[in-house]
């Protein structure tokens, strides 16, 4: 009866709003991945200074209170495993992400959520429906090793198995993160997964698909109206909204809410906000941002004195203390580990360190080496403009910080 039910609405909301039956063009974020065998590193890079490197630091801010909001800060496991007998060779790689979420005027909130993402890092690890887990890896990284050794194949012997994690929407409404894993098991055999979570902020709850509307059995039919191009598809949605929350594959970010196929690998196309307004509950729409934010970055010795300073991080031991200092309020700010692919002539997000979901007239102390080539830290936010990226670097002639917003300048 149910899914008759469900059949007819979306049906009769494909009818009604067949306006919404067309996919949204703008295109999906997908996190770039590459493997260990391609990985560039570029050395001996020197660095050029863009002009106006700098991001705008005009407005007035002199009314405004130091705030800082929810902030998410990355944990890595990590487990390599040698050959039997041949401490020299790795033949596993085993590595996590555990986000762990501090929200300062709701801690029970803060506990609910961390304990659910703790579960999501011993699933990866003992194995569940949605990751092969440990032992499974390191009995086919075992069987492969024997098989080499025995016939002298000549193909690798490393296996790796990486679950990484990024805060995709961090507001006072919705905290989700994306997770992405990939897994190698030599070869050509590269396998990509992409699944989500996202929890109310204010009560810590996981949120299913059903939980983003009053009227969950008409919010599910609305989206199969999205989604299905005619009724022969509508049976397929019904199954996917099935097992969208049971293998997690849906999250919000700031732009709307991303399906993810039931492979896991394909993310399918995002639909909108605007698209899901008066469908979605309203606490659960982003609120618009008024204002432009400014940035600036130096050391804390020069900088800190009159500070606000929010947070601490800490990327590299006995690095620089350099000081990240916003005025006005910036959302959704993070800090990236960033790498260089020479093969797309870009840079890629490699991990997350921090995120925090609002920051106002405050600054976060960061320590970190700053390399001599190419930089490998990028500081992200969002403000009334949209979302800016800055890369950190040091000037070639007075040896000063500087933020440019496009590093591929600095190639010369």
């Known amino acids: 009866m149910k899914q008759k039910s469900f ?35 570029v050395t001996e890079t020197e660095i ?28 890595v496991v990590s487990e390599d495993f040698d050959a039997p007998e041949d401490n ?35 699933l990866f690890y003992t194995g569940s429906s949605l990751f092969p887990g440990v032992n499974q890896m390191l009995e086919s990284a075992l069987d492969n090793y024997t098989y ?20 995709e929407r961090l507001d006072d409404a919705i905290i989700s993160f994306q997770y992405h894993e990939v897994t190698y098991a030599g070869g050509s055999n590269i396998q990509t997964r992409n699944s989500g979570l996202t929890f109310d902020a204010a009560t810590g709850a996981r949120l299913q698909l059903e939980d983003l509307s009053d009227e969950p059995e008409l919010f599910c039919a609305f989206l199969a109206s999205c989604k299905a191009e005619d009724i022969s598809a509508l049976q397929e949605m019904r199954d996917y909204f099935i097992a969208a929350n049971e293998d997690c594959l849906w999250y919000l970010d700031r732009d709307g809410l991303t399906l993810v196929a039931q492979d896991g690998f394909t993310l399918m196309d995002r639909i909108p906000y605007e698209t899901l307004e008066g469908h979605m509950k309203e606490k659960y729409m982003p609120k618009e941002l008024t204002e432009p934010a400014g940035l600036s970055v130096g050391l804390v010795d020069e900088n800190g004195e009159n500070a606000v300073i929010s947070d601490q991080v800490t990327i590299d031991d ?26 797309s002539d870009s840079f890629f997000n490699d991990r997350c360190y921090w995120a925090c979901s609002q920051m106002t007239n405050c600054a976060i102390q960061v320590e970190t080496v700053i390399p001599e080539t190419l930089p490998n830290l990028m500081i992200q936010y969002t403000d009334s403009e949209g979302t800016h990226n800055y890369f950190l670097a040091e000037s070639g002639k007075d040896g000063s910080l500087l933020l440019i917003p496009n590093a591929i300048e600095i190639l010369g």
């Open 148 to 167: 080499v050794t025995q016939t002298q194949a000549e193909i690798g012997v490393e296996f790796s198995d990486v679950l990484s994690a990024g805060t």
């Open 318 to 343: 006995n690095g620089l203390n350099v000081l990240f200092s916003f005025r006005g309020t910036a959302a959704e700010v993070g800090l990236f580990s960033v790498q260089y692919d020479s093969f």
């Open 88 to 122: 020299t060779q790795k033949i596993l790689v085993f590595s996590y992400e555990i986000p762990h979420v501090d929200i300062p005027e709701c801690p029970e909130a803060a506990e609910e959520i961390n304990d659910c993402l703790r579960l999501q890092g011993e």
């Open 7 to 41: 059949l007819c609405l979306a049906l009769s909301t494909m009818l009604l709003l067949s306006g919404c039956g067309q996919k949204s063009e703008e295109p999906v974020k997908q996190v770039q991945t590459v493997p260990a065998e391609t990985e560039t590193v």
């Open 48 to 75: 050029q200074t863009p002009e106006e490197a700098q991001p705008n630091l005009e407005g007035d801010w002199e009314n405004k209170e130091a705030v800082s909001g929810i902030k998410v800060q990355y944990e």
